[in-house]
């Protein structure tokens, strides 16, 4: 599915990886943070445009409206919604409990683990916060999805039509002419924020919600996240954490 182009305003993955790897300390995580918003700032104004905008807004809701941040993703099919990722992060620690086919990751110490349900090896890797800023940023706009289908909407305003949920204030785009299965996507302004994506299956014709929760704030991560990874053997790799991203 070939439905992404990198520009400015959706290269928060970009902005990340061009950043140096940093040890895992509160005052480089803060650092690192506020060099990324400044780095979007500098490539709005080089683009004739005010700094600020909309997906500086989301950038600084993502890493800086809490000092430990929860994010939620659940997935809607067939009128049936189940819990798909719970995202925990804050000062270079990150830990994902995915209840799917996904990557579970741990931090501890100096190290982030990785594995995935139902498997009995994973992998471990050198923990650095530029990688954490990476994975959180896939994490919550998976193959630049959100992002590609935003820049669609507001550009080619003739291509969908936009409803608004008076009692969630969530705007759904939905597009006329599907976008590689993709039929809409979910919106709120204040802040904002990509509520989410929806979707119809091209062979099965199924069509399937993801949600993205707003970060809240969290006090402690699952324990059973924890429990899943007791008996799981790891090894060690070298590439770094980002080295678990794939794109489509």
């Not at 709005?44 to 000092?67: C, F, N, P, W």
């Not at 939905?174 to 979707?199: D, H, L, N, R, V």
Request: hydrophobic share 35%.
């Amino acid at each position: 599915m070939k439905i992404l182009r990198l520009n400015f305003i959706s290269c928060l993955l970009v902005i990340f990886l061009g950043v140096n790897p940093s040890s895992a300390n509160e005052d480089e995580w803060n650092a690192l943070i506020d060099k990324t918003l400044a780095r979007i700032d500098n490539a709005r104004e080089a683009a004739g445009l005010e700094k600020g905008g909309e997906h500086r807004e989301r950038v600084y809701t993502i890493l800086k409206s809490h000092d430990r941040s929860k994010i939620s993703i659940r997935l809607i099919e067939d009128d049936k919604e189940r819990l798909s990722t719970d995202i925990y992060y804050s000062r270079g620690e990150l830990f994902v409990n995915e209840h799917r086919k996904d990557w579970n990751i741990v931090t501890i110490g100096d190290y982030v683990y990785a594995w995935k349900n139902g498997e009995s090896d994973g992998y471990k890797y050198k923990r650095n916060i530029n990688d954490i800023l990476t994975y959180i940023a896939y994490l919550t706009d998976p193959s630049f999805i959100l992002s590609t289908l935003y820049k669609k909407y507001k550009s080619e305003a003739e291509t969908s039509t936009v409803s608004i949920d008076q009692a969630t204030s969530i705007s759904t785009a939905y597009f006329k002419e599907p976008i590689y299965g993709m039929i809409a996507i979910m919106f709120s302004e204040k802040p904002f924020w990509y509520q989410g994506w929806i979707s119809r299956g091209q062979m099965s014709g199924k069509v399937t919600k993801i949600l993205f929760g707003l970060p809240e704030q969290y006090d402690q991560v699952q324990s059973a996240l924890f429990d899943k990874m007791k008996d799981i053997k790891f090894e060690e790799r070298n590439y770094g954490l980002r080295g678990l991203l794939s794109y489509v």
